[in-house]
């Protein structure tokens, strides 16, 4: 007996230093894991979509070598907007239709510019053809436009079209009397608005000043929407200005702003259970109201009971089954016991026999 609970004694020490190193690895690739979704999830987004795509095909293979979540803006009647949309898609890279739509100014125009005073047929099959020309396209977004983007009857028929189509529309804003977002309302179709222009001066060291501009909007808002076009100098900016990107800036695709809710807006329920949590952690000492950290507890508390209690009765079961001790005790105690009982059942048939001797003898003698 004293040797199984030494020996019982030794496992379960020898099992909790396992485990000690089991779950302190099990914590640290946790920690690995939830850090960086934790900081990547808090990061500020930055869309960049680069317009004019499908005329300059030697600039535009360079914005092709950029991080894949920069979006690029095709022309519907370019002659290599399709090609540059095949490539475009074979990456990843979110493509939009970039729509020929009339300015206010007098200026050479593409072939089927929308112009307001058109009819919702015109409209249809010019939006059509643009879509049959640019493949993998998932969204729209005015070239020019300051005419058009401003006419609330134009748009309205725009994203009557659109909603058919489940594309979204990133507004350029070519125009501060833009009618846009209000043309959208009562349709499907998700509206993403222009934050800054990278390139309205064509020198590097102004699209470095506009692309710095963006970040320091998006940390401020949670997102920002710039838009550049594939000039050379706006071509050596970001190969710069992104080899030097904040940690903290995550660049994205347009539609990953979609229905994108920015810090300072949330819900009155988000608040109160962030209240909740602040008022936990004041009155409860050695409390976090980190949620990463009471996940870990709850995994550190689920796991390491149900672990040594399974090992612990593994351990008891292959001992009790296995020992060779135990088998002899167990084998001899049950010899002694057989033989005992065979000397009881002696003893009694002997006591039977007498007393039935004596009771025959009784009655004779009467």
Known sequence: MQYLLIKCLRSFTLLLGILHFRVAGICWLLLACILPLSLNAHAARLAIVIDDVGYRVHNEKKILQMPSAISIAILPNSPYGREMAQKAHKQGREILIHLPMAPLSKQPLEKNTLHPAMNKEEIAAIIYDAIQKVPYATGMNNHMGSAMTSSLNGMEKVMSILSQYHLYFLDSVTIGNTQVAKASAGTAVQILRRNIFLDNVQTEAETLNQLNRAIALAR????????????????????????????DIELVAPSRLLNHTQPGKQSNQQTEQQCRNTQKSKTEPGTTSE????????????????????????????????????????????????????????AKTKQNKTGAHKAVSTCSDS
């Open 220 to 247: 401020k808002q949670g997102s920002a929407i710039a838009i550049g076009h594939p000039y050379p100098t706006t071509i050596r900016a970001l190969q710069q200005g992104l080899a030097t990107l904040p940690d």
């Open 291 to 346: 949620p990463k950290m009471d996940y870990l507890k709850m995994v550190g508390e689920t796991l390491v009971p149900g672990v040594i209690i399974n090992t612990l009765k593994q351990s008891f079961e292959k001992l009790r089954n296995s020992s060779p001790k135990t088998e002899k005790l167990h084998s001899a105690a049950q010899i002694k016991s057989k033989k005992d009982n065979a000397e009881r059942d002696k």
